[in-house]
Each structure stands twice: as C-alpha cells, then as structure tokens.
C-alpha cells in the first residue's frame, strides 16, 4: 500500500540521533529534496512539538507520525519514514521514546485519507510493530512497509 508513496530515499535508518529535532530533520529531508514540502512546514512540525501537548505525535509502540497543516508548506501528499536502532525522546520527555517516524505531509484534508488509513493498519498489526522495532537497515524496513 505504502509503495506508491514510498520511493528509494524516503525510507531511512540510522543507529542513532542526536533528537528529536535531528530526527525530524532528517525523515523531512527526502520531502524537502523531492519539492514536497518547504522548510516552513519542517519549522512547523517542530513547533508543534514543542508546544503544550506536542507529543500526541506519538502513536504508540516507540512509532511518531510528524506533520504539520498542509498551509505550513505542503506542495504534494507524501510520506517519508525514519528508523533509529537507539530509540531518542520526543520533545525530550522521558515518556516517548522513539524509534520509528513517519513525516507526512498532506496537501489537504482528503488526500491523506488512505495513507492514514494504512498507518493505522500498520500500527494495529502487532507482528508489523515487533518487526518495525527491530529493523536493522532499509531492506528490513522496505519488507516491513511495501
């Protein structure tokens, strides 16, 4: 499902990070390239972040979904997909850590649906979040995805 989203360099490991902030850096940089999105939308994710209630980003099983309005610099749906082997904190709170990030960008309120629609199957399927969690590259990641 993800495979029409998804191309080589939208799907990234790394063994570590130094946090959030460079996490969604670095998940936002194949958008950023490809013209999907502009820097103001990157701006616009870590704001969120950091504002009161910023981590309702995290959907459960060390998985985040970073995104932002599509008005903050959306120029097409796409998603992107960031996985660390040493989970960081979002927001620097203890209570979520990290492992995996998607970074979707909406190019308005209908187009994203099915994408959501594919997270959230992804995320109710158990096995897929264990496999998730012990990715040790990009090739585990695109078995798990596409």
Sequence with gaps: MFDKYFTDGDILFACEVSGWSEAVDMVAAP???????????????KKSIVSPGGTYIDLGGQVALAHAR??????????????????F????????????????????????????QGLAGLLTDADKVAALGKAA?????KRILL
């Design 137 to 141: 590259g990009v090739a585990d990641l």
């Design 31 to 45: 958008l950023l390239e490809a013209g999907s999105i502009t820097d103001g939308y990157v701006d616009a994710i």
């Design 70 to 87: 599509p008005e903050f610099g959306v120029n097409a749906t796409s998603l992107s997909v960031l996985h660390v082997a040493k989970p």
């Design 89 to 116: 904190l979002l927001a620097d709170d203890s209570n979520h850590p990290i492992s995996t990030m998607f970074c979707l960008a909406a190019k308005d309120a209908n187009t994203h649906i099915e994408l959501m």
